[in-house]
């Protein structure tokens, strides 16, 4: 099992600045990719920012610019990834879920898997 805890949300102001944080732990061996999604009241889930193991980083139009998305290596099989919010506008208001994807290794036997997080809450203010 692979459990993903996000924490770092909270109410801003717009035109301000929150981080976002999520650690991946559990039986992994590896993680291929992390990420976070958002889902605002009423829409469909999003992409926000990726980032693959390799280090390429895909970002939504949207937040081009003003989010940054970052990983730490694996301490203690803890894997983290980061998403420093700057600029904030209303719109990015919703539901914030970290999201990752790898392989998992209990007693020598691998398996594909993708877990979400249970999503951390950013609302923006104007």
């Known amino acids: 099992q692979v459990q993903l805890v996000e924490s770092g949300g909270g109410l801003v102001q717009a035109g301000g600045s929150l981080r976002l944080s999520c650690a991946a732990s559990?039986?992994?061996?590896?993680?291929?990719?992390m990420g976070w999604y958002r889902q605002a009241p009423g829409k469909q889930r999003e992409l926000v920012a990726t980032m693959t193991s390799s280090g390429s980083i895909n970002y939504a139009d949207s937040v081009k610019g003003r989010f940054t998305i970052s990983r730490e290596n694996a301490k203690n099989t803890v894997y983290l990834v980061y998403l420093q919010m700057n600029s904030l506008k209303p719109e990015d208001t919703a539901v914030y879920y970290c999201?990752?994807?790898?392989?998992?290794?209990?007693?020598?036997?691998?398996?594909?898997?993708?877990?979400w997080g249970q999503g951390t809450q950013v609302t923006v203010s104007s």
């Open positions: 999201n990752a994807a790898g392989t998992t290794d209990y007693e020598d036997d691998y398996d594909d898997f993708r877990s």
């Open positions: 559990g039986s992994i061996f590896s993680i291929d990719v």
